[in-house]
């Protein structure tokens, strides 16, 4: 990952395939509507106790082999400790843990887990059901309640690994473009190429724009530890040391969930071998008198009066309106539902 940090003449447009690949694919998707039936409690705390312990243990190693590291390398390397593949021990561990509360778990048996997934299609044939019940417990991450916000797992490992990613492209970026927000665009589009190819389409059939939304806050957190920030770095006798308390309720934002940010589902063939985007369209009207709930109102109420949209979420936002990107509103369940 650091074979061009010192050199000017590799053009940006080769960097993004290499930072990619750096990736061991194996990429999951959420259906947030399986878990509206049984909304997890708030994990927020014990989440936070992982984050902590796993940030201290960063310091210790860089303290130990890089005690002379920069600040912007000791922030990078903060995100590198938790890992930079897809499905990062932190994030296996919490799928295989009982101590967090998530939806779904594997108390409930195969056949019924998935049986009102967006993605499942009726099939004719016994031996086809049962590979849609493998091929969705591949696919479909675990939701938990992170400050009253509805996520996938999977989002815990983006905000680490491809908050890494954005952070590492952007400062190479800004050795050659001396422009922060070129540098930030350039980031993102490191993002959108692994939606549009290899982390999105091809793996699953999905443009998750809540996936790019973690990446971009992994990112945030990263540089914020080397500003006055609430939570930073400071070095002192002992080495780089983390003054206040992480706390992951200041990144995850509405925006992180797939309910509130709808994503793309693209026709055809994926390597799950199950097309989503005319599964989707027949199965989110299923849900249209649940979401019409109080309950589930009230969560859409709570995202309205707390979303802030980043920086990426605006730039996104561009890219639809100029058809660069694909528009995810037809799968949009508050237009589908006040059809």
């Known amino acids: 990952l650091y074979t061009f940090h010192h050199s000017k003449k590799v053009p ?41 312990a796993e940030i201290q243990s960063a310091l210790d190693d860089i303290n130990k082999n890089h005690s002379d590291c920069s600040c912007e390398e000791a922030a990078g390397k903060i995100l590198k400790h938790f890992g930079i593949g897809l499905n990062t021990p932190l994030e296996k561990m919490l799928k295989d843990s009982q101590e967090i509360d998530k939806y779904p778990t594997n108390q409930i048996h195969i056949s019924e887990r998935y049986k009102r997934s967006i993605f499942r299609r009726d099939l004719p044939f016994e031996k086809g059901e049962k590979f849609q019940d493998y091929s969705l417990n591949i696919q479909i991450d675990e939701v938990v309640n992170i400050g009253g916000i509805y996520i996938g797992l999977d989002k815990l490992t983006h905000f680490t690994a ?72 400071k070095r002192s006798g002992k080495g780089w040391e983390l003054k206040g308390v992480f706390d ?24 799950t071998l199950m097309p989503k985007s005319e599964a989707v369209l027949q199965n989110i009207p299923h849900y249209c008198l649940k979401f019409q709930s109080k309950r589930i109102q009230g969560i859409f109420d709570f995202y309205n009066r707390v979303a802030d949209p980043s920086y990426s979420v605006k730039y996104l936002r561009q890219l639809i309106e100029k058809g660069e990107l694909p528009d995810p509103s037809p799968f949009d369940i508050r237009t589908i539902c006040n059809e």
């Open 162 to 233: 491809s908050g890494y990613l954005y952070y590492k492209i952007y400062m190479l970026a800004l050795e050659q473009l001396d422009s922060e927000e070129a540098a930030k665009r350039m980031a993102i589009s490191m993002g959108i190429y692994g939606e549009k190819n290899i982390l999105g389409k091809i793996p699953s059939g999905v443009f998750s724009f809540a996936d790019l939304e973690s990446n971009y806050q992994g990112f945030q957190f990263a540089l914020s530890l080397c500003k006055s920030d609430s939570t930073y770095l």
């Open 248 to 271: 992951l309720r200041n990144y995850v934002n509405p925006f992180w969930d797939e309910f509130f940010n709808t994503s793309y589902y693209y026709d055809g063939f994926n390597l």
């Open 12 to 52: 940006m447009k080769y960097l993004l395939p290499i930072f990619i690949l750096n990736f061991v694919v194996s990429a999951g998707e959420v259906d947030q509507y399986l878990a509206w039936n049984h909304l997890p409690n708030d994990e927020s705390h014990y989440l936070n106790k992982l984050f902590n």
